[in-house]
């Protein structure tokens, strides 16, 4: 997997990594099990204090991303994300608003956002048949989201 982080942009070094990962994972680029870099191999590769990739992993280890294996390094999770459904939906629903709320001040309409939502959805790879269907969801429970680079 190819990193880059900005160190010109708005948004912090650490999270642009978290993000890349959880992308690597949505659209297929890594999977469960998969090793990600050592901290202190991809603190090298992009020339970042080693602090930063360890606030990263901590992050998607918090998230259950990632799990940690003593000695061996940081691996993508292969477990559903642990929060309550109700908890899930309210995190949804904050992001499709910060989403919906940010396109609109930049100028889009609601068939730009619709569609614009559509095609990342296409892009990610959701296990099974449905590519609608939560895939992080229990089937159990209740039925009713100046650039340096670096390849791992």
Same mark, same amino acid.
């Given at each position: ?125 959701? $296990?099974? +048949? /449905? !590519? &609608? #269907? *939560? $895939?992080? +969801? /229990? !089937? &159990? #429970? *209740?039925?009713?989201? /100046? ?6």
């Amino acid at each position: 997997m190819l990193f880059q982080v900005d160190a010109h942009a708005a948004e912090p070094i650490f999270e642009q990594i978290v993000f890349q990962v959880k992308g690597g994972v949505a659209q297929g680029e890594l999977a469960a099990g998969d090793r990600l870099p050592s901290v202190r191999d991809l603190a090298r590769r992009l020339s970042v204090n080693p602090n930063t990739v360890i606030k990263a992993y901590d992050t998607l280890h918090r998230e259950g991303v990632i799990v940690r294996r003593q000695g061996a390094g940081c691996f993508v999770s292969d477990a559903p994300s642990g929060l309550a459904d109700a908890e899930r939906a309210r995190q949804l629903d904050q992001l499709v608003e910060r989403t919906v709320t940010e396109a609109f001040h930049l100028g889009f309409g609601a068939g730009e956002i619709r569609e614009a939502v559509d095609r990342h959805v296409k892009s990610v790879r959701f $296990p099974g +048949k /449905n !590519p &609608g #269907k *939560n $895939p992080h +969801k /229990n !089937p &159990g #429970k *209740n039925k009713n989201a /100046n650039k340096k680079r670096s390849s791992a």
